[in-house]
């Protein structure tokens, strides 16, 4: 595994993901500077999100049709190209234009990027996928401080910030692209074991993916739930105050650093299935403690728990779709990357109105229950096949060649 290649995507990953992170906190200031309303600001995160993340399967197609290193740099300037021009125009269309090639540009880049990382962690695909994954982490827990600083200290006009970032960071992955290539080639074409062999022909197994994304589907509904409904639970049902209610999911995003680094080691010892069963499993007992003793403590006990079974299997996923699709590495990595994210967000609408009409306890109740068909979801999932690639974790054996 080249760390140092994996480390440079990882920041390229951070640049990406701190525009998205951040535009959360901007809308306050879209409402108070601008005059936007509600309804307004709400497309805006409709085209950061929903949309990237339902066209990044497009470009992970595009990325499978051949090496595409420049996606990378491209994805990385539209980004913070994008974010950064909200600062200096109020028209709301083109505010939303603006936006909405920021979410193109994380779109663009993150199947690319997570190719590469697949090919050059070698056979520690899992702890390499969980150093990529803690820079898009990293950006979502960073950008909502950075934002608030940024406009605090120089107005509006201090988004600049994020299209200065973006060129720098762009250009140390233009310069370090070519070198990226070939260690990817070179890690593609190593023999899979000492005798020189080759590896076996890949293949893509859509019914095991299917699968997958059945499990993907209840898991993102589970994390926009928790996110949406876990601090109102605890300051509306038990009483908790903003501050105490709001915090929850700063442990759950902090502690989810950690959780992603030890999920990748899990995966690589372990295997990929069974550390997406693990994280599935851990999440019922969780949210059990959360939804029946309806105590704060409780919650707060459960935080950290949560964040391992929420984030410790992420690497996990993203590999087990590459590792299922071979031959669409990119594909896949738009779907594990992209759609994870915005499936939840199209199902919370609904939970949202149950919530109304039955209260937010029902609500917990029905999350609770998501979390038991999620785990039971897991166990549909087949191991990898051994024609599925050449580096596939060695559960049992220290020989490279075991699957």
């Not at 992170?21 to 879209?30: D, E, K, V």
């Not at 595009?62 to 990378?72: E, N, P, T, V």
């Not at 021009?85 to 193109?104: E, H, Q, S």
């Not at 442990?251 to 599935?280: E, F, M, N, P, Q």
Request: glycine share 10%; hydrophobic share 50%; with cysteine.
């Amino acid at each position: 595994m080249n760390k140092k290649y994996l480390y440079m995507l990882s920041a390229g990953h951070l640049s990406v993901d701190i525009n998205s992170g951040s535009l959360p906190a901007l809308l306050p200031f879209f409402v108070t500077e601008y005059g936007m309303d509600y309804t307004s600001v709400a497309g805006l995160m409709f085209a950061s999100s929903c949309l990237s993340s339902v066209i990044q399967p497009l470009f992970g197609h595009l990325a499978d049709k051949g090496s595409r290193q420049w996606f990378m740099v491209l994805g990385i300037l539209m980004a913070g190209m994008g974010i950064g021009l909200t600062g200096f125009v109020t028209d709301y269309w083109l505010i939303f234009a603006a936006v909405t090639c920021m979410g193109i540009g994380s779109a663009i880049f993150h199947p690319e990027a997570a190719r590469n990382v697949n090919a050059i962690a070698g056979k520690k695909k899992g702890q390499g996928m969980s150093i990529f994954s803690v820079g898009g982490n990293g950006g979502f827990g960073l950008g909502p401080l950075l934002a608030v600083f940024l406009i605090t200290c120089f107005g509006m006009k201090g988004t600049a910030f994020y299209a200065l970032a973006s060129l720098f960071t762009a250009g140390m992955v233009a310069l370090a692209a070519p070198a990226i290539r070939r260690e990817s080639q070179r890690q593609l074409s190593a023999p899979i074991s000492q005798g020189g062999s080759t590896a076996p022909a890949k293949e893509n197994d859509w019914p095991a993916f299917a699968r997958l994304f059945v499990v993907i589907l209840f898991r993102s509904t589970l994390y926009a739930s928790i996110s949406s409904f876990l601090p109102l639970f605890c300051i509306q049902a038990l009483g908790a105050s903003n501050a105490v209610g709001s915090a929850t999911l700063s442990i759950i995003s902090i502690s989810g650093i950690v959780a992603t680094l030890a999920g990748g080691w899990l995966a690589d010892k372990k295997g990929y299935v069974k550390t997406v069963r693990y994280g599935a499993l851990l999440m019922v007992p969780c949210l059990a403690m959360v939804v029946f003793p309806q105590n704060i403590w409780a919650v707060y006990a459960m935080l950290i728990p949560m964040s391992f079974a929420m984030q410790g299997s992420y690497a996990a996923f993203v590999v087990l779709g590459q590792t299922y699709l071979a031959k669409s590495l990119g594909f896949a990595s738009g779907v594990t990357l992209g759609l994870s994210f915005s499936l939840g967000g199209m199902v919370v609408p609904s939970l949202g109105w149950y919530a109304d009409n039955y209260g937010l306890a029902a609500v917990m109740l029905v999350i609770f229950l998501i979390s038991v068909a999620c785990a039971a979801a897991t166990f549909l999932l087949p191991e990898p096949k051994k024609s599925a690639g050449k580096n596939l974790p060695a559960n049992r054996s220290e020989s490279p060649s075991v699957p």
